[in-house]
């Protein structure tokens, strides 16, 4: 699944996880006013084998499968 990853303008730290093409605009009004504004961080090709810094890929896709996103 190609997704795009945000850094969180209002907290160190934080990322989110979206579907490429997705629409920060159409999330939860809480999870956009927590993050405040969405900068770009990367994009890349999630696969269930593909190792991230916090967790692997297998977990990050069922969150964006069950959630429409992930937040870390």
């Known amino acids: 699944m190609l997704v795009d990853v945000y850094r969180s303008s209002r907290k160190a730290l934080m990322y989110l996880y979206l579907p490429k093409g997705s629409v920060f605009g159409e999330l939860p009004p809480e999870l956009r006013q927590g993050f405040g504004h969405p900068e770009l961080a990367l994009s890349l090709n999630l696969t269930a084998d593909r190792k991230l810094a916090r967790y ?6 069922q969150e964006i499968a069950d959630r429409g996103f992930f937040l870390q």
């Open 56 to 61: 692997d890929g297998k977990y990050v896709l």
